[in-house]
C-alpha cells in the first residue's frame, strides 16, 4: 500500500519497507494494562477444609442505666432518686461488672452543664466508657 509522497528519490510504484509502530505500541500497552489489572486476581490461597459450626455467639445484651439528672439538679438512678456520692460508688461498682452496661444520660435542657461534667467525670472515674446523651427530636421545620 502506497501513499502518496513529497520525497523525489523515491519510486512511485515502491512498497513502503517501514513498519508502522504505533499500532504495535497501543496493543503492547493494553495487554500491559490487562495484565496489571488480573495479576493480583491471580494470587493463589491456600485450600482449607474448616470445620462447620452451628454455634451463636454469646453476646449478652448490655444493661441500660437511666441516670437522669432534673431542672433542679436532682440525680436520679433508673427512676430513683440519688446522692452524687451515691451515683459515685454506684458507677464503680458497675464499672467492675462484665459485660459493662450502657449509661443513658437524662438531663433537662436547663441543668448547669457543671452537673452533667460531674456525672461524666463520676462514670468515666469509674471506668465505665459506654455513655450516651438522651435527647428529643426537634421538630420539623417547614
Known amino acids: 500500500m502506497a501513499f502518496a509522497s513529497f ?19 497501543d496493543v503492547m500497552l493494553v495487554l500491559l494494562v490487562i495484565f496489571i489489572v488480573t495479576a493480583p486476581l491471580l494470587t493463589h ?17 448490655a444493661e441500660k442505666i437511666e441516670f437522669a439528672i432534673d431542672a433542679a439538679g436532682t440525680r436520679f438512678w433508673n427512676g430513683e432518686r ?19 452496661p450502657e449509661v443513658h444520660v437524662r438531663a433537662d435542657q436547663t441543668v448547669p452543664y457543671g452537673r452533667v461534667a460531674e456525672t ?7 471506668g465505665l466508657s459506654r455513655v450516651g446523651f438522651v435527647t428529643e427530636p426537634e421538630a420539623a421545620t417547614r
Open 82 to 100: 440519688i446522692s452524687r456520692e451515691e451515683a459515685a460508688a454506684r458507677f464503680a461498682t458497675e464499672g467492675r461488672r462484665e459485660p459493662q
Open 120 to 126: 461524666l467525670a463520676d462514670a468515666a472515674r469509674a
Open 45 to 61: 490461597a491456600v485450600k482449607l477444609d474448616l470445620p462447620k459450626a452451628s454455634a451463636q455467639p454469646n453476646a449478652a445484651p
Open 7 to 25: 520525497d523525489k528519490n523515491r519510486s512511485a510504484g515502491a512498497p513502503l519497507a517501514e513498519i508502522n509502530m504505533v499500532p504495535l505500541i
